[in-house]
């Protein structure tokens, strides 16, 4: 679901002041966040987004997605929604038909009623997701400790994005809680980083919260290895550290000032990462 490309090698120095030592054990993969926290989170930004697209209008474009506006980030999302509470719903085990990210901007509700299909397929989502069964078994494409558990995750932080998106679009992006931004980066990378192919030079970028002590090391060569990792900065090539909050939207490339994030070593490390490193509908 996105292209990954290498980026350049530089050997990078431990940041002063950090106590590597003291950070959390590598052992998280929803260990901080439960499913039915994702869903309460699911359930709040959903409602979050849909009033930012009320207050910015249809035609406000939406900085994190230059192509859209917020129609399109309605639409795009919306069917996301209805996409995966077909799997919780019905328990398919293989991935069916979907849409192409044409076909659903192109064919989504006219204006007048796509506020009001937004939400009905969002409230739907939740309602699916917190009366499955915690034993489904269902298609998920991601490690999870359950199907039920992935499908919580993804689309929370799927919807999460999103409402960032749409409150930039509108006025100011609200933080998100420590631990589910920390969770939020932490699908990112070990999920979605080792998928699709990689070209370029070696390297390594070790992310950190100031915030929740997490630490993560990625490590690009003939793929991307991400893990979640403690004491490994002495061996990055680019260190960057800052809240969960504002890291989870930098490293979704929703974060265009940066907000209190440093970096330690080449900053172009860290910028190639972002231009290069996608997930895609695709």
Known sequence: MGEKQGLPHQQLATEPGTDVQARRPADRHDGMVKPEEHIAELD???????????????????PGCPLWKIRELLRHTGYVHRWAASYVAHGYQEEVDRCSEEELLRDGPGDAELLGWFRDGHAELVTTLRSADPALNCWAFLDAPSPLAFWARRQAHETAIHRADAQGAADAVTAFPSAF???????LLVGFASRGEVRGHALSLLVQTTDTGDEWLVEVGDGIVARRSAGDAGRADCLVAGPASELYLLLW?????????????????????????????A
Do not use: C, F, Y
Not at 181 to 187: F, K, L, M, T, V
């Open 44 to 62: 709040a930004d959903g409602a979050l987004l849909a009033a930012a697209a009320e207050r910015a209008g249809l035609d406000a474009p939406v």
């Open 253 to 281: 490339n929703r974060l265009p000032d940066g907000g209190s994030v440093t970096v330690s070593g080449d900053p172009e490390l860290l910028r190639s990462w972002q231009a290069q490193v996608k997930v895609t509908w």
């Open 181 to 187: 931004a920390a969770d939020g980066i932490d699908e």
